[in-house]
């Protein structure tokens, strides 16, 4: 944990800090559940009335909004939002060029319908999330290539946009590029050496875990996929089935080999919006117009896939740069340090259940009150979780999984604000006004149909309870056996 002073005070005591993140929570909860207004919208709103709130309780209110600023000033925080503003023209390259009607062709090829259509979406979201490396990026990305040829093909809506959800989830818990597993293995470390987690161990314990959970899903994905979908006539698949869509598999496929190779998102991403755009315009999937184009009558009407890409992504980036800055408040308050004291003071906390359970329990509260934006939520608790298992002397890469796989879990599709299920949302919306005959599913058939963070869910109660797969400091283990060595000795 950080040792410094608070740079940041409020009338009221540092627990002040805690009230704008408190007002995001309630006001993201009236918005969806009393005016059933699901946007990203209304979380970016909510944030910032929790801000301006707060903002006349600071003792010093310069000092206020240069905190909010600073939480956009660290490096991987900035570098999201242009992660965010180029997947936006990617996706929508993809879309402009046909992938969904290629995938429609080629399940027709195949005889895939319904639920065989929802496993391939599932598997599918995994491969290109492996590649991606950021997972709320490979989601829009996902929607666009398996979420309108899936409803023509008899997939039921909410179980299509659950499995999206959960193979994004999944490919990012099995990348060695991913961006949360990365950041997460900076912030826990060894108590004695101070080294930071291993990512091969890291993955070599997770993996097993993942491949069960996800081999349930698909099972589950078998029985329910096709459930209440309906599929439409031959003429209308025909209509919207062209095979000339599948040549925008090719930048995907750059996209991901890039990504494994460097674990650069960016580069991978700048690399599949130029092949794309050459493959695009080389099959006549879409002319330069469709690239960029402005109405000579009407200059300021700028259109096509640059800037309707950009500004598609505007909301989730306004909602994220607010939300670093709800978190640059409470770390400059210290309020972060004074609940990490008082929650390692219990004896209970130095246990391995207890210090899991802890863990796990504020992650899961952290990733709910931030709407489910995982890498905000463990760059803000990642510093807690490693004082509290330091305390405890549970191995870093234990911790780092554990911490991934409660984000990932029920406490990610959260119906009333999570950002996942607001973006199926958001997207599907955006798809209805262009194609009227797909449904858009409500938040809460989300939730229930995302079956592997549910699983994901049990798995690490599982871990926690009954101390599954727990591994302990080097050390510690050391000691343990030289214990036990010394007590036979003496027998």
């Keep these: 944990m950080h040792d410094e002073e608070p740079t940041l005070h409020f009338y009221g005591g540092p627990y002040i800090a805690l009230v704008p993140t408190l007002i995001f929570i309630l006001l993201s909860g009236v918005f969806t559940i009393v005016f059933h207004y699901y946007s990203l919208k209304a979380l970016t709103i909510s944030a910032v009335i929790g801000?301006?709130?707060?903002?006349?309780?600071?003792?010093?209110?310069?000092?206020?909004?240069?905190?909010?600023?600073?939480?956009?000033?660290?490096?991987?925080?900035?570098?999201?939002?242009?992660?965010?503003l180029i997947i936006g023209v990617f996706t929508k390259l993809l879309l402009v060029g046909k992938v969904g009607q290629g995938f429609v062709w080629l399940s027709l090829m195949l005889g895939l319908h319904g639920a065989a259509f929802t496993i391939l979406a599932f598997i599918g979201t995994v491969v290109f999330a492996?590649?991606?490396?950021?997972p709320f990026a490979a989601l829009f990305a996902a929607l666009s290539i398996f979420y309108v040829p899936g409803i023509l093909v008899g997939s039921n809506p909410a179980i299509l946009a659950g499995a999206i959800i959960g193979g994004v989830y999944c490919g990012d818990a099995l990348s060695p590029s991913s961006q949360l597993t990365n950041a997460t293995l900076g912030l826990e470390t060894n108590s004695t050496t101070g080294e930071p987690a291993d990512l091969v161990k890291t993955l070599q314990q997770r993996i097993p875990w993942i491949a069960g959970a996800a081999l349930i899903t698909v099972i589950l994905l078998g029985i329910f996929g096709g459930q209440g979908g309906t599929p439409h006539s031959s003429a209308a698949l025909a209509k919207f089935s062209d095979p000339r869509g599948l040549w925008m598999l090719i930048p995907i496929i750059v996209v991901v080999l890039i990504c494994i190779r460097t674990k650069e998102i960016l580069t991978g991403l700048t690399w599949g919006v130029v092949v794309g755009t050459v493959v695009g315009l080389m099959t006549n999937l879409f002319q330069f117009k469709d690239v960029i184009s402005i109405d000579p009558h009407n200059p300021t009407l700028l259109t096509g896939i640059l800037f309707d890409g950009v500004y598609s992504m505007v909301d989730i980036s306004l909602l994220t740069i607010f939300l670093y800055g709800l978190i640059a408040i409470m770390h400059a308050s210290g309020v972060v340090d004074l609940i990490c004291e008082r929650i390692t003071s219990h004896r209970f906390v130095r246990t391995a259940r207890g210090a899991e359970l802890t863990i796990a329990a504020g992650i899961g509260l952290v990733n709910i009150l931030l709407s489910g934006c995982d890498l905000p939520g463990?760059?803000?608790?990642?510093?807690?979780?490693?004082?509290?298992?330091?305390?405890?002397?549970?191995?870093?890469?234990?911790?780092?999984?554990?911490?991934?796989?409660?984000?990932?879990?029920?406490?990610g599709i959260i119906p009333i604000n999570s950002v996942y299920v607001m973006g199926v949302i958001s997207?599907?919306?955006?798809?209805?006004?262009?194609?009227?005959?797909?449904?858009?599913?409500?938040?809460?058939?989300?939730?229930?149909?995302?079956?592997f963070s549910l699983i994901l869910t049990i798995l690490w109660l599982c871990w926690v309870l009954f101390g599954w797969g727990r591994t302990m400091e080097p050390e510690v283990q050391t000691t343990s056996a030289k214990v036990n060595s010394e007590n036979i000795s003496a027998v």
């Design 130 to 134: 492996l590649g991606s490396g950021v």
């Design 51 to 84: 801000l301006v709130i707060v903002f006349f309780m600071a003792r010093n209110r310069k000092q206020y909004w240069n905190t909010i600023v600073s939480g956009l000033a660290r490096f991987g925080n900035a570098k999201l939002i242009f992660v965010f």
């Design 378 to 411: 463990i760059l803000l608790f990642g510093e807690m979780s490693d004082h509290i298992g330091h305390a405890a002397h549970i191995s870093p890469e234990r911790r780092t999984y554990l911490i991934i796989t409660v984000a990932t879990s029920f406490t």
């Design 427 to 451: 997207v599907a919306t955006q798809m209805h006004t262009k194609f009227p005959f797909l449904p858009v599913p409500t938040p809460t058939a989300i939730f229930g149909a995302t079956f």
